[in-house]
């Protein structure tokens, strides 16, 4: 069995057609079908059912793709640790990444990644934090920034700073306040993610806490679209602080900070435990710290974080 091979049936796994895999990978489709039939010999099942132009992976072939990835995940990041003692910073690094932290945190980030290791092909995937723990466990992703801490014994994680939520309201929304306790949440209308969102999940926790049952009138999977609806009075939202912030400008909505208790939730980089993190991801490690804590301090009155990222 030869890695040409495996990178071959992965190709055809993921196009379910011959004919695009071959355009993918460079190579015509009659050598491509005769490396998997080899390949299928060998192993001595069928990997794929035919069905006309379309292709579907057999139970064999199942197997065989979920150890192919595994296998060549390894062999990449052996080449990028030889790589590494040869003093070269090439590579790539593929990183899921929750929607609201990666509209203000990864811009500013990936500008300065982009300076120290200008030779990476850095990827960022803005994901739901279910989607980042499922990629990070079929090796589809190298480093994920969750909002919770997954329960999963194979992830490794980092806990990177702790987000204020607070709650965003049309401009001309009455009473005019500037802080709010949850427990007041219970006579408003809320526009949330759906119940199985992590978000969703941890405003619920902090309402529980706060001995209060949210009203939820709307359900939406966009931020960007949440933020439209409050803007139109379909009812007031609770999100992270610097994500709303970033979209003040021009619109007509508010932010009203939430007190007894402040919620909060903790932001985390997950990766496979016992994989080597080579000097790009720990060097993205490092800058996620970094770069929240200054954006944070800009954002502060006093020009001081307001903040504590984990070290």
Known sequence: MEMRQLRYFLAVAKQENFTRAAEI???SQPSLSVQI????????????????????LTEAGEILREHAVRVLDDLEQGVQAIQELKGAERGRLIVGALSTVNSYLI??????????FPNVHLQVHAQPSSDIVADLLAHRRDLG???LPPNEDRLATVHLFDETLVLVAPADFRPAVSRMRMEELA???LVLMPVDYC??????AECARAGVKPQVSV?????????EAVRHGAGLSILPEFYVRQRLRGQALRVIRLHDPVPKHPVVLAYLAGRHLGRA??????????TFLELDKEASPTGRPRVRAVS
């Open 145 to 147: 920034l969750c909002l």
């Open 199 to 204: 978000l969703r999940k941890m405003v619920e």
């Open 281 to 290: 991801a720990q060097e993205f490690i490092r800058l996620c710290r970094t």
């Open 25 to 27: 990978i460079h190579v």
């Open 187 to 189: 006579k408003f209308p």
């Open 37 to 56: 039939a080899a390949l299928e010999e060998e192993v001595g099942l069928p990997l794929f059912d035919r069905m006309g132009r379309r292709v579907a």
């Open 219 to 227: 359900e939406m999977t966009a931020p960007e679209g949440i933020l």
């Open 107 to 116: 811009p500013p980030l990936v500008c300065r990644f982009r300076g120290r």
